[in-house]
């Protein structure tokens, strides 16, 4: 079998976010998230108090959860993912980046090890449909969750054909479209799903909206 043989054969059949699949998508993924990152990080920087927790749920390649460390020095910031590759990642990529304010730890969203209303705010930025269980992901992000604290699901909107793609994003998809399918076909979950899914949780829904510049939705959440 051939190297490339190989790694078709690994994004096929094994988990794309460990491995060879996150060295992949952190090549993909990222570039085509970077506006999303910067304006997510900034206005979380201009929102968030002084001293303020926040907790990046599969964190993956670390891009937005060092932006924020760097934009904001006082804040404690941890990245939650479950995949060793992804850790590995974050870790050097703080240690290149002298951002200390920040820690990555080897866990799914059904275990965080944090106390009960620990953190300010939470994020997911493409992770949530990947939970195995979303019902204890959410039981356990509502648990370390601060009483007003807020929680960001941002999803791939799955209604979204290729003319929602922004122009300067559909060479690069084009070019890696075996493994952006491969992505999406993992995991995509629709807005109805997730709406009645953090309901059910316990949730409210402070705001709903699709974002412009990228085929995302996404929900602000809080403690009901």
């Known amino acids: 079998m051939s190297i490339a043989t190989s790694v078709k054969h690994k994004l096929l059949t094994d988990n794309p976010y460990d491995g060879i699949g996150t060295f992949l998508y952190s090549r993909v993924g990222p570039p085509a998230l970077q506006q999303h990152y910067q304006i997510h990080t900034r206005a979380l920087a201009t929102q968030l108090p002084s001293n303020a927790r926040v907790l990046d749920v599969g964190s993956g390649p670390a891009d ?15 990245g939650l993912d479950p995949a060793a590759s992804a850790i590995d990642t974050g870790n050097k990529k703080a240690q290149k980046q002298r951002c200390t304010n920040v820690e990555f730890i080897q866990s799914g969203a059904d275990s965080i090890p944090r106390p009960d209303d620990y953190f300010d705010v939470i994020t997911s930025i493409g992770s949530y449909k990947h939970w195995p ?17 807020e929680f960001y ?20 998809a084009l070019v890696a ?18 709406r009645e899914e953090v309901l059910l949780a316990g949730f409210e829904i402070l705001q709903e909206t699709r974002v412009d510049y ?8 809080t403690k009901s």
């Open 133 to 149: 269980s979303r019902e204890n992901g959410l039981s356990e992000i509502k648990r370390v969750l601060k009483p007003g604290g």
């Open 214 to 221: 990228m085929p995302l939705y996404q929900f602000v959440l």
């Open 177 to 194: 479209m075996p493994i952006i399918k491969r992505f999406i076909k993992v995991g995509s979950i629709s807005k109805d799903i997730t």
């Open 64 to 78: 937005m959860i060092l932006q924020l460390a760097r934009r904001r020095q006082d804040l404690e910031l941890v």
């Open 153 to 172: 699901i941002f999803e791939l909107d799955a209604t979204a054909g290729r003319k929602n793609i922004p122009s300067r994003y559909k060479l690069p």
